[in-house]
């Protein structure tokens, strides 16, 4: 199992409307996906307060989540989570190997 685990420093601005929308579009690419979760960062620890939101994607395997990365309705919800941020690089993506 692959867990794919992204979290996103919004800008200001970032419109939560655009933002669920792009959550629910990430939910229904259920062909690609086995579970997805997502939510506002409530920072307990006070360890990372420049990420806003996350989100957790599950795949089966490593080809799964090749599929995912490669298919264009992630693509361009991906985009869009890009222009919510501001930039890429206000977006942390971790892909465990939760298999063993």
């Known amino acids: 199992m692959i ?27 259920t062909d690609l996906i086995e579970a997805f979760a997502h939510g506002p960062n409530i920072d307990v620890e006070g360890k990372t307060p420049e990420s806003h939101y996350g989100f957790h994607v599950t795949f089966a395997d490593r080809a799964a989540l090749d599929r995912y990365a490669t298919d264009p309705r992630h693509q361009a919800l991906g985009a869009r989570l890009v222009a919510l941020c501001g930039g890429a690089d206000r977006i942390t993506v971790y892909d465990l190997d939760c298999s063993n």
């Open 3 to 29: 867990l794919h685990a992204v979290y996103l420093s919004l800008t200001k601005d970032a419109d939560p409307a655009e933002l669920a929308d792009v959550m629910t579009g990430l939910a229904a690419l």
